[in-house]
């Protein structure tokens, strides 16, 4: 069984920045890929990014490009993600989520950070 | 880029069978792209069915994927109160997720 603890979340003014970490155990961290889901309020799951397992290939959902970065230490079986110039709509939940490399499914999920963006 | 609808509301009565039904707007691909996860409110969403077809191990034999067309199904039968919760499809696009809109399954 898989653990996943997320930390970083909180109250932030728009237009500033955040990192969330991801803490990984019970499972061999080099082996999955790792990825973000968020959930806004009352809203469903958005896939947000995800991380290969060895870091050497990233990917952005479509609408967030620009603004967000994955990264992760597999030395400290951790993920991060960096969200710059933080909006209102990017109020949500944030999942750290990892489905084991050359599968199709999400196998593990952290119960989320939340961040919540206002003035 | 896909688009997966799923009906917002689905409902039935303990014991009845449902079907939630996940359609692309575009071509679904093969079933082992697709899963489902099971969200219970306040609670982080868990696998429930992967590669179209197969439940991990811990997860009732109630629940089953299929796949026709361009449209995923997840059957629920004998529906029990327990199984009242959200349930969402997705699709994996190799180093992407596309999640489906989600459906709130009711027992009435």
């Known amino acids: 069984e898989g653990y996943l603890v997320e930390s970083g979340g909180g109250l932030v003014r728009p237009g500033r920045s955040l990192r969330l970490s991801c803490e990984a155990s019970?499972?061999?961290?080099?082996?999955?890929?790792m990825h973000w889901v968020r959930q806004a309020p009352g809203k469903g799951l958005e896939w947000v990014s995800g991380?290969?397992?060895?870091?050497?290939?990233?990917d952005y959902a479509a609408s967030l490009k620009g603004r967000f970065t994955i990264s992760r230490d597999n030395a400290q079986n951790s993920l991060y993600l960096e969200i710059h110039s933080l909006r209102p709509e990017d109020t949500a939940l944030y999942y750290c989520?990892?489905?084991?490399?050359?599968?199709?499914?999400?196998?593990?999920w952290g119960q989320g950070a939340r961040v919540t963006v206002s003035s | 880029q896909s688009a997966l609808t799923q009906p917002a509301s689905v409902s039935g009565s303990p014991g009845q069978s449902i079907t939630i039904s996940c359609t692309d707007t575009?071509?679904?691909?093969?079933?082992?792209?697709v899963s489902w996860y099971q969200q219970h409110p306040g609670k982080a969403p868990r696998l429930l069915i992967y590669?179209?077809?197969h439940r991990p191990s811990g997860v009732s034999n109630r629940f089953s994927g299929s796949k026709s067309g361009n449209t995923a199904s997840l059957t629920i039968s004998g529906l029990q109160a327990e199984d009242e919760a959200d349930y969402y499809c997705?699709?994996?696009?190799?180093?992407?997720?596309?999640f489906g809109t989600g459906t709130e399954v009711t027992v009435v």
């Open positions: 997705c699709l994996y696009g190799g180093t992407s997720y596309v």
């Open positions: 991380i290969t397992w060895d870091g050497s290939h990233s």
């Open positions: 575009s071509d679904i691909g093969s079933h082992i792209l």
């Open positions: 019970g499972f061999s961290f080099d082996d999955y890929d």
């Open positions: 989520v990892a489905g084991k490399f050359s599968t199709s499914y999400i196998d593990f």
């Open positions: 590669e179209g077809i």
